[in-house]
């Protein structure tokens, strides 16, 4: 059983950067993907970016990708998202997942575990 709790979340305004973490326990996180997904008001939620156990694979929905960068520490069982030249589209509740299955992690909703969530709000 797989415990993530995020953090880093805020309030910025349209331009700026937030840096997103993910801490895991309660298993070997180095045995998991990982990805992030985000769900707006009113709209379902969706996958952003996922990375290999090593980190040398990525993906990216196309919404972000040249914006946002996954990356993870092993050592400290973390995953990470950098998030760069925000937009107020990019308003949501951004949530951590964590699976052994590169399919399911990067398909909305079907990932085995996940956080609770934290707020990113883009100011225009």
């Known amino acids: 059983q797989v415990q993530l709790v995020e953090s880093g979340g805020g309030l910025v305004q349209a331009g700026g950067s937030l840096r997103l973490s993910c801490a895991a326990s309660g298993g070997t996180f180095s045995n998991y993907l990982a990805g992030w997904f985000r769900q707006a008001p009113g709209k379902e939620r969706e996958f952003v970016a996922a990375?290999?156990?090593?980190?040398?694979?990525?993906r990216y929905s196309d919404s972000v990708k040249g914006r946002f960068t996954i990356s993870r520490d092993n050592a400290k069982n973390t995953v990470n998202l950098q998030l760069n030249s925000l937009k107020p589209e990019d308003t949501a509740r951004y949530y951590c997942a964590a699976d052994t299955s590169w399919t399911r992690i990067t398909t909305t909703n079907d990932a085995v575990y996940w956080g609770q969530g934290t707020q990113v709000t883009v100011s225009s």
């Open positions: 990375i290999s156990l090593s980190g040398g694979n990525t």
